[in-house]
């Protein structure tokens, strides 16, 4: 029952550590895409992954505009 429940702790604590890792993600796209319906529950599935990912890093979000690395790029030439 001991073993069981420091089971149940160390998957807790995993599956937090991987919400902590998308929320990360997800700020860093810039909310391009929602990964809340990351199942985490079941095993890995690379291929419904690789299908997720496709689908919030597509090309509407490659051809969005980027406010940031548009200052910057005009700080850039502007410093040359």
Do not use: C, H, T
Not at 63 to 76: Q, S, T, W, Y
Request: proline share 2%; no cysteine; net charge negative.
């Amino acid at each position: 029952e001991k073993k069981a429940a420091e089971l149940r702790r160390l998957k807790n604590l995993k599956k937090a550590e991987i919400l902590e890792r998308l929320q990360a993600i997800e700020k860093v796209s810039g909310g391009a895409g929602s990964l809340e319906g990351v199942d985490l529950s079941g095993d890995f599935d690379p291929d419904a992954w690789d299908k997720q990912m496709a689908a919030v890093f597509n090309d509407d979000y490659y051809a969005a505009a980027d406010p940031e690395l548009a200052a910057e790029l005009e700080a850039a030439e502007e410093a040359e």
